[in-house]
């Protein structure tokens, strides 16, 4: 029993590949989910994957001018994430277009540019590379930007977190105390960008978006709490990465859409039985009795 | 801020007051007691102006329209103490001129706010009303003209109508209140337990201590009214700025946040609150500015009492709409 539960579990990781893809993937459930919770509170949950659009043209600069080299690949997409960003806001500002429009503008734009410089630098072998990622081709030197990268994300987060959340809810106030909203969300958008760059080498540029958002959309259905939000997503994401690194390791599945559909099935089951807002919850029709909070 | 200071119990308006300062710092110490201290008694009715204006002696005399053209005539009248009053008035319009979407709204506004004082800003839908409380509030660039505004930022608070605020944001009626402490804490410094208690305090005052761990979007109109004053009273706010405030609020909860108004007024605050029901008014107002037609007018609560209730009890008073005498 043991041994089953051994060669499962544990076997798979004494493979060095299979044990930095897992030290890669954790990493980043550590940091991803807590944005993807502040973007869907926001109502920005699209946001995200407009966002991994317009990382792929400077990961495909990068990529023509270095070659496969990822601190290159990383820079450029970070650069291109926020030069993207930027136009859109200001695009919006100054034309009074409504930001999600001039946002699908420029993401389209980015990522046909971006498919566009990979295909002419090299084969379609490359790109599926970028676009979908290869974690089990994690080198160290990716491990520790990864870890660099998610570390630095959960400490802005921290930074920023008391700001980000009266930002949401009463951007005036904030305002009143002279902290200017524009620019915490600023940094949140560069979060997200920054952790989009730290996730396209392990899952893609499009599948990095999932680790952030599913655990998030799926946490909603168990907590009203940001706190509980944020650590359950967390959990899920965890769960998740290692999880799908197990499936695609035994079934021979690409891994980074085992670790996303993973917590797909999540978020699927969440939806159906989960505590707040889901199917089974519309149909529950116990209720804490009277005065029941009052000596909370 | 320090922990310490909070758990004695301070005036409302510790810091802040940058301007003319012995005369302002006799004024308040003689006349704003602790906000805190004073929660267990309850406030006579609704008092009066301590120092009658000029304004109140012309209306009370010869002259029987309720309107004073402007409210200069209080800073230009003899009374001594009216000139104490006018000078130390920590907000003032000049000569605003404002404008929405190119289209003006406001011109020649002028006006002195009484400081320790409830001014109640009435008129028709779409007077103006919020567009003034916008400027004030820094939002909104008058075309010309100032608002002179000697508060500090960090001690002015905004009330939006109701609705304007999106409450779904998954935070408790505690953690909301607790924002309140921006001013001292800033966005890192850590909550003590000193403030948490002050926090309860605000909550019992308020009458919402049982909801202290409810989500905002479950708080019924009222009770997210009572948290969201909570916040202000925690921010120690000196202007506070209220956009029809008791719009679908019971009576318990007016009467709940009349009294809070009143005690904050009494610290000292300056407050300016758009108000629809003459009820209200009368209950609440020291002073009253009326906007109609793109243009302001002072009056006082009293003088609009009596003009508007006088052979007319079985109605219900009504506010003007527009100024009194031009109709």
């Known amino acids: ?296 | 801020m320090d922990c310490s200071k909070h758990h004695g119990g301070t005036s409302l308006h510790g810091r802040g007051l940058s301007i003319p300062a012995t005369l302002l710092l006799c004024y308040s110490l003689s006349v704003r007691p602790s906000l805190f201290r004073s929660s267990s008694h309850v406030p006579p009715s609704p008092p009066r102006r301590a120092v009658p204006l000029f304004a109140d002696v012309l209306i009370g005399g010869a002259s029987a329209d309720i309107c004073t053209d402007s409210p200069d005539t209080s800073v230009a009248g003899g009374l001594l103490v009216c000139g104490v009053v006018a000078l130390m008035s920590r907000l003032q319009l000049k000569d605003l001129q404002l404008a929405r979407g190119g289209r003006t709204v406001l011109e020649h506004i002028d006006g002195t706010f009484q400081d320790a004082a409830i001014t109640a800003l009435i008129g028709a839908n779409g007077a103006g009303k919020s567009t003034l409380i916008q400027a004030i509030m820094g939002t909104l660039s008058p075309v010309s003209g100032s608002v002179e505004c000697q508060v500090p930022a960090v001690r002015r608070a905004w009330l939006p109508q109701q609705l304007a605020l999106d409450l779904s944001f998954p935070m408790s009626v505690e953690e909301l209140i607790m924002t309140g402490t921006w001013p001292s804490h800033g966005a890192f410094k850590g909550y003590c337990g000193a403030h948490y208690r002050r926090g309860r305090e605000i909550m019992t005052r308020l009458g919402i201590s049982h909801l202290a761990h409810r989500p905002l979007g479950e708080l019924s109109g009222g009770q997210r009214q009572r948290a969201l004053i909570g916040r202000t009273l925690m921010q120690e706010a000196e202007l506070l700025l209220l956009d029809e405030p008791f719009a679908n609020v019971d009576t318990d909860t007016v009467d709940v946040l009349m009294e809070v108004l009143r005690d904050m007024a009494r610290q000292g605050a300056t407050i300016l609150i758009v108000l629809h029901d003459m009820v209200h008014l009368s209950k609440l107002a020291d002073d009253v500015l009326i906007l109609a037609e793109g243009h302001g007018r002072w009056a006082t609560p009293d003088a609009l009492l009596d003009r508007y209730t006088i052979g007319q009890l079985s109605r219900p008073p009504r506010l003007p709409l527009s100024f009194p005498g031009t109709n």
Do not use: K
């Open chain 1, 1 to 296: 029993m043991l041994e089953t539960l051994y060669a499962w579990f544990i076997a798979p990781f004494d493979y060095a590949f299979m044990n930095r893809a897992l030290v890669a993937s954790l990493a980043l459930s550590l940091a991803a989910p807590p944005l993807g919770v502040f973007l869907v509170l926001r109502g920005m949950s699209l946001i995200g994957d407009a966002m991994s659009h317009a990382i792929l043209p400077g990961v495909a600069l990068g990529f023509l001018l270095a070659g496969f080299s990822l601190p290159a690949m990383s820079l450029g997409g970070m650069l291109s994430g926020i030069l993207v960003a930027l136009l859109a806001g200001s695009v919006s500002q100054m034309t009074g277009h409504r930001e999600d429009a001039s946002m699908a503008s420029f993401f389209l734009i980015s990522l046909a540019g971006g498919v566009m410089l990979v295909s002419l630098a090299g084969s379609s072998v490359d790109l599926t590379h970028v676009l979908f990622g290869s974690i089990l081709a994690v080198d160290s030197t990716a491990l520790l930007l990864i870890a660099l990268i998610s570390s630095l994300i959960i400490i802005i987060l921290a930074v920023i977190f008391r700001a980000l959340v009266v930002e949401c809810l009463d951007p005036l106030f904030l305002r009143g105390q002279g902290v200017r909203g524009g620019l915490v969300h600023s940094i949140f958008l560069g979060l997200v960008v920054l952790n989009l760059t730290a996730g396209f080498q392990t899952l893609g540029t499009l599948m990095a978006v999932g680790l952030m958002m599913l655990p998030a959309t799926t946490a909603r259905f168990w907590s009203t709490r940001l706190e509980g939000l944020i650590m359950i997503s967390v959990l899920v994401a965890l769960v998740s990465s290692s999880g799908g690194l197990l499936l695609s390791y035994h079934l021979s599945l690409p891994s980074g859409p085992a670790i996303i559909l993973l917590a797909g099935v999540a978020y699927l089951f969440s939806a159906i039985f989960g505590r707040h807002y889901s199917l089974s919850a519309r149909r529950r029709r116990r209720a804490t009795p009277l005065g029941a909070d009052m000596n909370e």
